[in-house]
């Protein structure tokens, strides 16, 4: 007798296969069968009606410090996430004392975990689980910080040593791959040569190079050319975050960075990207305003265009533009900008960027899998990216949009993303396979945030499984926590 049989649901099985009626068996931890399931089980739940999908799988987050802090995770598993990446754009949970530095930007008033190197904070997830799943990447920033703090130059023969020794730990503690964020300090220092070098420790791995590249706005190609020729060089996966192309001046031109992507896997590498589906990004002011200027690597921005999302000092600034807050100073949106980061440094913000049929264009094209970006900062005005990305991708664009099949979206965020991270036995509904599921209803699943009101919890959201646990009943988390780590099987 199974434990929990789910009869005649839509079966969405993370292939990008067409839906079939199915039931799904589980038992403990693992799908048992597929197809027809006769006989009785210890619990049923009626898939009539409803959609039944691997767990979403959230290949960019920034929930390191969230999975310790935020053990429920909550704001994700609503949306049906039941694995995370953490580790991404540069920002890596090891060494400590250089990762908590972003934290305390994240998380100002939590006092934050400790652990020793990447190791130590897998053992720590996996003393106190959380909600979901979570795989790691090894941040490049990180590591820099750690070894050479924030020098403008190459490093020394001691410092790469000191690099090699922490990218390695975490390879040996089961990464699934290297992050860099080439915008920020001090990611932004290292030359390729240096991400060559580094990435080259995992090659014939299976690890990959996940990059939030030097420049997303009108130098929008070069950084395509980098990172792939880091990867060539290297002989390692690559993982485009956050596709796009910021400021008006560089629309437009991922019709040809996504034909760089198609050139690069016509040449037999392994060059893939990632899209969160909004036409706002979200990061830290300081990687905004540069030298005097709101422009540069996140492309020309006007001051209406950045909006503050989280400030501890001062929260009457949230919600608010660069050209609101300076009206009300008395002052333009970059002398605003500036006394803004001068109360409060690590402030986060959103950048209205993006054009609606730039997201189109990369979120249709083979190549993109989804993954939130989303800022965990549970205070402030978060970017509703972190609650409500796959159920807007679904609702919003296969379903309403009709951008893709739904089950085109389903593989895109299951099966499609499990392969190229090496999650094995994760993102297919096989049996054998981990049980991590999403009950949804394909009429009614649709994000609900918006900016002015970004944790609203998706709707249609009916049950999500973690490792077989039901983690959220009817759209309300239970509280149960059965995620793990996901290490990177050797060879
Ligand atoms: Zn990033």
Not at 211 to 221: I, N, P, V, Y
Not at 317 to 331: N, V
């Amino acid at each position: 007798m199974h434990d929990l049989v789910i009869r005649e649901a839509t079966l969405y099985d993370g292939s990008g296969a067409p839906p079939v009626c199915a039931d799904v068996a589980i038992d403990g931890d693992r799908i048992a069968r597929v197809g027809a399931v006769p006989g009785g089980a210890r619990a049923t739940l009626d898939g009539r009606g409803l959609a039944l999908a691997p767990g979403f799988i959230d290949v960019h987050t920034h929930d390191d410090f969230a999975a310790l802090v935020y053990p429920d995770m909550a704001f994700k598993l609503a949306g049906g996430v039941t694995t995370c990446v953490v580790g991404n754009c540069g920002f890596g949970a090891a060494p400590h004392a250089a990762a908590a530095v972003m934290a305390r930007t994240l998380h100002p008033k939590i006092a934050l975990p400790e652990w020793q190197g990447y190791a130590g904070y897998l053992r720590r997830l996996e003393a106190q689980p959380p909600g979901v799943n979570i795989g790691l990447l090894v941040g490049h920033g990180t590591a820099r910080l750690a070894a050479m703090g924030t020098e403008r130059r190459a490093p020394t023969g001691a410092e790469m040593a000191a690099m090699k020794a922490i990218v390695a730990e975490g390879l040996e503690a089961g990464a699934l791959g290297l992050s860099s964020g080439l915008v920020y300090d001090p990611g932004r220092f290292a030359a390729a040569e240096e991400l060559v070098e580094l990435c080259a420790l995992m090659r014939g791995s299976g690890a990959l190079y996940a990059t939030h590249m030097r420049d997303e706005g009108a130098a929008l190609l070069d950084s395509v050319r980098e990172a792939i020729d880091i990867g060539r060089r290297a002989g390692v996966p690559v993982q485009i975050s956050h596709h796009k192309a910021s400021g008006r001046t560089a629309w437009g031109r991922v019709k040809e960075s996504l034909k760089l992507i198609e050139a690069a896997q016509a040449e037999g590498l392994s060059v893939h990207a990632d899209q969160y589906p909004y036409t706002a990004g979200s990061t830290i002011l300081s990687a905004v305003y540069r030298d005097g200027r709101l422009r540069g690597v996140v492309g020309d921005l006007t001051g209406e265009d950045v909006v503050i999302a989280s400030t501890e000092s001062h929260p009457e600034w949230e919600g608010r533009s660069l050209t609101q807050i300076g009206t009300r100073m008395g002052c333009s949106a970059e002398q605003a900008a500036q006394r803004v980061l001068a109360a409060d440094h690590g402030v986060t913000c959103l950048l209205h960027a993006m054009s609606e049929e730039d997201v189109r264009t990369v979120m249709h094209h083979p190549s993109t899998m989804i993954g939130s970006d989303g800022i965990p900062t549970l205070e402030g005005k978060p970017h509703p990216r972190l609650y409500g990305t796959f159920a807007r991708v679904l609702g919003r664009y296969a379903r309403d949009e009709r951008l893709f099949a739904m089950e085109e979206a389903v593989h895109r965020m299951t099966g499609f993303a499990a392969a190229k991270f090496g999650l094995r036995e994760r993102g297919l509904v096989r049996p054998g396979a981990f049980a991590d599921l999403v009950l949804f209803d394909p009429v009614r699943i649709i994000d609900r945030g918006t900016f002015e009101d970004p944790k609203r919890l998706p709707e249609g959201i009916r049950a999500v499984f973690v490792n077989g646990a039901l983690a959220v009943e009817d759209g309300t988390p239970t509280g149960v926590r059965t995620g793990r780590v996901l290490r990177r099987s050797r060879g």
